[in-house]
């Protein structure tokens, strides 16, 4: 098969859990991406992948080692609990297939580090599907940051908070990776990776999580850091809260804040707020899908790998930092037990 063929065939995507966010964001973003096939699904419950499959195409598979063993799967969206990431996506990796998994990749920083070193052994594509990165007003306050709109910069705070969740949901689970950190958490602090820039190392202070008694798992928290240039960075998560998505960046010259921040639904026209001592303006961008961004940019990478070109990972490095810190703040958080009180 000629390199043209490689690169233009369609990428052939099986499905690994039949989550909620799967259903609700990537799976339809793959089913409409250009040169994208969903060709199997996996589900412990049988009915669950035919209803996916039902609505997106392809075909159900009873277990997920059966999926990884089929010829016409070419990648995998790795759409498990936490807690089966690393496991999976290593079996995936195994078979020879590209991965691209939910967020957070994995649980610890160790078994992050070690998806990385395999996918690169392999030269196999592997992305963490941290879906704000590809959406472009984060690219836009970057801009402004650099030249200077804001004056420098002192503080960054970003919050990810939500209600809280039905009792079954597996992110009470902690045996399965749940808890607020891993869900809501790594958002505001892989936000505030990508605004300062990797070579600007964030480094914690200090955190706090509140601990639900009777699963174990922390449902809220903040974390305190700051950066090498002396930036303050609070990073503020939880689903036992009014919601908020939302990140502001004050500076010397100006403050900039964002609503909507980290999961927009793909037809908002996000709007940038700058407030200055005698002047406030808003700049009003276009809207992005940044799920089909995503799928694109995963499908693109395969292509490019199939012609022989490295499977360069452009955000490992981010996801593993992220992964790091996550292991700090559990490590050294100041932890307090929730009440019936609040």
Not at 179 to 184: E, K
Not at 240 to 257: I, K, N, T
Not at 275 to 303: C, G, K, M, N, S
């Amino acid at each position: 098969m000629s390199d043209a063929d490689l690169a233009t065939n369609p990428v052939r995507i099986g499905v690994l859990g039949a989550a909620s966010v799967a259903w609700r964001r990537m799976l339809p973003a793959f089913s409409t991406a250009a040169g994208v096939e969903i060709t199997a699904v996996a589900s412990r419950d049988p009915a669950k992948a035919t209803r996916f499959t039902d609505r997106f195409g392809g075909v159900p598979v009873g277990g997920y080692a059966e999926l990884l063993a089929r010829p016409d799967v070419d990648a995998i969206y790795l759409a498990l609990p936490n807690g089966l990431h690393h496991e999976w996506a290593c079996a995936a990796l195994r078979a020879g297939k590209h991965v691209l998994g939910e967020k957070p990749l994995t649980i610890d920083a160790a078994a992050t580090a070690d998806l990385i070193r395999l996918a690169a052994q392999r030269n196999l594509v592997l992305r963490e599907n941290f879906t704000p990165a590809h959406h472009p007003m984060h690219g836009v306050v970057r801009d402004l940051l650099t030249d200077g709109r804001l004056g420098a910069l002192r503080h960054f705070t970003g919050s990810f908070c939500f209600p809280p969740l039905p009792g079954g949901d597996v992110r009470y689970q902690a045996d399965l990776g749940g808890g607020a950190l891993l869900d809501a958490g790594v958002y505001p602090l892989r936000l505030a990776q990508f605004l300062l820039g990797d070579e600007d190392r964030l480094e914690l202070s200090g955190a706090v999580l509140r601990i639900d008694p009777d699963s174990g798992v922390d449902i809220s928290g903040s974390a305190l850091l700051v950066s090498g240039g002396g930036v303050i960075v609070t990073a503020e998560f939880g689903f036992e809260h009014s919601y908020a998505s939302r990140y502001q960046l004050w500076g010397a010259e100006a403050r900039l804040a964002v609503e909507r921040a980290f999961t927009p639904p793909p037809e908002h026209r996000p709007v940038l707020r700058i407030d200055e001592q005698d002047h406030a303006e808003e700049l009003v961008l276009p809207a992005a899908d940044q799920y089909a961004r995503t799928a694109t940019a995963f499908a693109a990478a395969i292509r490019a790998a199939r012609t022989g070109a490295p499977a360069a990972a452009p955000d490992a490095a981010a996801t593993l930092r992220t992964a790091e810190l996550v292991d700090e703040i559990r490590a050294t958080a100041r932890r307090v037990k929730v009440t019936e009180s609040g």
